[in-house]
């Protein structure tokens, strides 16, 4: 049995420059929080899109698009950030979840089987959880020295993956279900205000 993942808030006594780090367990004993410091400078997670594949069909064209490439950025005074890589493990966990993703996407706009639509949420949001607990593990060579990501950083990795998936999966879509003009309006208007009204 998995535990719960317990977060202290700021009644547990840590320290500013500390934070909580939740660990999943395979015991029933619960779960362990471990004070860990936070360092100095945060990586910049960024991210971007591989070249888009159209084929045929949109459900096609989903299941063979490439994933998000991400990686982690250290800015340094007068001169380039330095770009650091995910190792091999995360990025397979990454690809797993952004497969569940598409194909989440794809269930919700495209089956009205609730079966098929429980499947495809559960599995998206398991591979995402396991996508951040094995960041989680991770102990990365970074420019200030090797150490764990922080939480923060880890939940940013998940978020601009995402987000670049979701991104990919409406420019897919707006490839095989051309918008109206008065879509195409709309939309113009909720990204010129920054939020939606239509």
Known sequence: MIAGA?????????????????????????????????????????????????????????????????????EHENSEPVRVELDDKAKENLRFAGEALFNYKFVVDHSENPDERYEASYNQIKTYINALNE????????????????EAEIREI?????????????ELGRHFYPESALSEFKTSVNEKLGYRVF
């Not at 009644?11 to 004993?29: K, Y």
């Not at 936070?38 to 064209?61: E, H, Y």
């Not at 998940?158 to 409406?170: D, M, T």
Request: charged share 20%; glycine share 8%.
């Open 6 to 74: 317990l977060i202290f808030s700021g009644c547990s006594g840590l320290s500013e420059n500390h934070e909580a780090r939740a660990e999943n367990i395979t015991t029933g004993a619960g779960a362990i929080v471990s004070s860990e410091p936070v360092p100095d400078r945060l990586a910049k997670i960024a991210g971007q899109n591989q070249a888009i594949t159209i084929t045929s069909d949109l459900k096609t064209s989903v299941a063979r698009q490439p994933l998000p490439v991400i990686w982690l950025e250290f």
């Open 135 to 150: 960041i989680r593990k991770l102990k990365m060579a970074l420019p200030d020295g090797e150490r764990k990501l922080t």
């Open 158 to 170: 998940i978020n601009v993956h995402s987000g670049l998936v979701n991104a990919r999966y409406e």
